[in-house]
């Protein structure tokens, strides 16, 4: 059954403005305008940003809801995924956030809006490993784009995590994946939306 509802979420120092939200929102409003969309601006805090996800999806129908998430995103979409039955499209998801971005720990810039700063905190590493999921079930409800060219996350740890799921590895890319638009025909396909 395709969805009558898409949530997307953002990744780390990304918003609604980036370029695959846009891309796949203008996609819904000139496709799909009956679609509801929701795209929220997530908090740095891991938990507040799955408690305002949790909060904004409470009353969508479970079998007419699916998931897309980037980077971060991938994996706060997982957990959604996990936690509702729906299906997810995974954008470069993020494996292991808690390891990789306690690097980044202080005071961190907007990527689509530099003048707007805010600060990654020590307890949000924390935060990221107690909601870190386990295993995947049911693999056949997510779909990955994976980028051997991703800079900041590892193809092959990505394609381990999500064994069984329908991949499209591509050999070059990036970790922005800035030539979305030949992979966002096979994700809404997959969601069932074009």
């Known amino acids: 059954m395709p969805p009558t509802h898409l949530l997307y979420l953002h990744g780390f120092r990304s918003s609604p403005q980036s370029t695959k939200a846009r891309m796949t929102g203008r996609w819904l409003a000139a496709h799909r305008p009956e679609v509801h969309w929701w795209c929220?601006?997530?908090?740095?805090?891991?938990?507040?940003?799955?408690?305002?996800?949790?909060?904004?999806?409470?009353?969508?129908?479970?079998?007419?809801?699916?998931?897309?998430?980037?980077?971060?995103?991938?994996?706060?979409?997982?957990?959604?995924?996990?936690?509702?039955?729906?299906?997810?499209?995974?954008?470069?998801?993020?494996?292991?956030?808690?390891?990789?971005?306690?690097?980044y720990i202080g005071e961190q810039r907007q990527w689509h809006a530099p003048e707007e700063a805010f600060y990654f905190r020590a307890e949000y590493v924390d935060e990221l490993r107690a909601l870190a999921p386990g295993a995947i079930t049911r693999p056949e409800r997510y779909f990955a784009v994976m980028a051997k060219g991703d800079e900041v996350l590892d193809w092959r740890e990505m394609t381990a995590r999500y064994a069984g799921a329908q991949i499209r590895l591509l050999e070059g890319s990036d970790h922005a994946l800035s030539d979305f638009d030949t992979d966002l025909p096979h994700l809404l396909r997959f969601l069932q939306l074009a």
């Not at 408690?51 to 007419?64: H, T, Y």
């Not at 971060?72 to 509702?84: I, R, S």
């Open 40 to 103: 929220p601006q997530l908090p740095p805090s891991p938990h507040a940003a799955m408690a305002l996800v949790m909060q904004g999806i409470a009353d969508w129908p479970r079998a007419g809801m699916a998931v897309v998430g980037s980077s971060l995103g991938g994996f706060y979409a997982t957990l959604v995924a996990e936690h509702t039955g729906c299906r997810a499209g995974l954008l470069n998801p993020a494996i292991d956030p808690a390891r990789d971005l306690a690097a």
